[in-house]
Nanobody
Framework: QLQLVESGGGLVHAGGSLRLSCAAS????????IGWFRQAPGKEREGVSC????????NYADSVKGRFTISRDNAKKSVYLQMNSLKPEDTAVYYC??????????????????WGQGTQVTVSS
């Protein structure tokens, strides 16, 4: 059974940093691209960043480019999202998701089939 567990969310002041982690179990990790998505109240879920199976391909939403960095450790079956220079508009529930899909220009939620439960990130002004 596929399982993804996010951690690392919390409350931070604007300009601060957080590092989200996504730990996987129960599936052949090497076959899956991993994406980070977020959903703010009243808004649709949006792709933040995705990383390919090997980690060689990544993409980022324009709103986070230069501030967020995605990485993966295949030995630990984990993916990380380092978030720097956080802004109040980054406030959302952040989800990681797995999918057998190539990493292209955008992270599309429909391409990812297994989802974690989410972790709340709140950035105060």
């Amino acid at each position: 059974q596929l399982q993804l567990v996010e951690s690392g969310g919390g409350l931070v002041h604007a300009g601060g940093s957080l590092r989200l982690s996504c730990a996987a179990s129960g599936f052949t990790w090497d076959y899956y691209s991993i994406g980070w998505f977020r959903q703010a109240p009243g808004k649709e879920r949006e792709g933040v960043s995705c990383i390919s199976t090997s980690g060689s391909s990544t993409n980022y939403a324009d709103s986070v480019k230069g501030r967020f960095t995605i990485s993966r450790d295949n030995a630990k079956k984990s993916v990380y999202l380092q978030m720097n220079s956080l802004k109040p508009e980054d406030t959302a529930v952040y989800y990681c998701a797995a999918g057998i899909t190539p990493v292209q220009d955008l992270c599309v939620p429909e391409d990812f089939t297994s989802w974690g439960q989410g972790t709340q990130v709140t950035v105060s002004s």
